[in-house]
């Protein structure tokens, strides 16, 4: 059984940084991605990793986060700078059965299978 746990969110001012983590049971494939949601807007994939390390961006967020994994811990990181306001939401870990294929849209939160509980990232100007 697959279980993802988030953990490192908080209040921050404009310009500060957050370190997200998500620790993983039962799971150790690799293609793992961090996704947001703020109120009454949709759930939107943040960032993306795969078995190989090749990372994945969204536009919003490029050059200010930056995902990682540690396999011997079956830990996946956000490490998020220079955050605005507008990051506000609750940020979600995901990760992607094995049983699925290696060729998908990383950031399309259909293409995952199993979902953490959400850590709250607040930020104020």
């Known amino acids: 059984q697959v279980q993802l746990v988030e953990s490192g969110g908080g209040s921050v001012q404009s310009g500060g940084s957050l370190r997200l983590s998500c620790a993983a049971s039962g799971y150790n494939y690799g293609r793992m991605a961090w996704f947001r949601q703020a109120p009454g807007a949709e759930r939107e994939g943040v960032a993306a990793i795969d078995s190989g390390g090749s990372t994945t961006y969204a536009n919003s967020v490029k050059g200010r986060f930056t995902i990682s994994q540690d396999n011997a811990k079956n830990t996946l990181y956000l490490q998020m700078n220079s955050l605005k306001p507008e990051d506000t939401a609750m940020y979600y870990c995901?990760?992607?059965?094995?049983?699925?294929?290696?060729?998908?849209?990383?950031?399309?939160?259909?293409?995952?299978?199993?979902w953490g509980q959400g850590t709250q990232v607040t930020v104020s100007s």
């Open positions: 995901a990760a992607r059965a094995a049983s699925r294929g290696a060729y998908y849209n990383r950031l399309a939160r259909t293409n995952y299978n199993y």
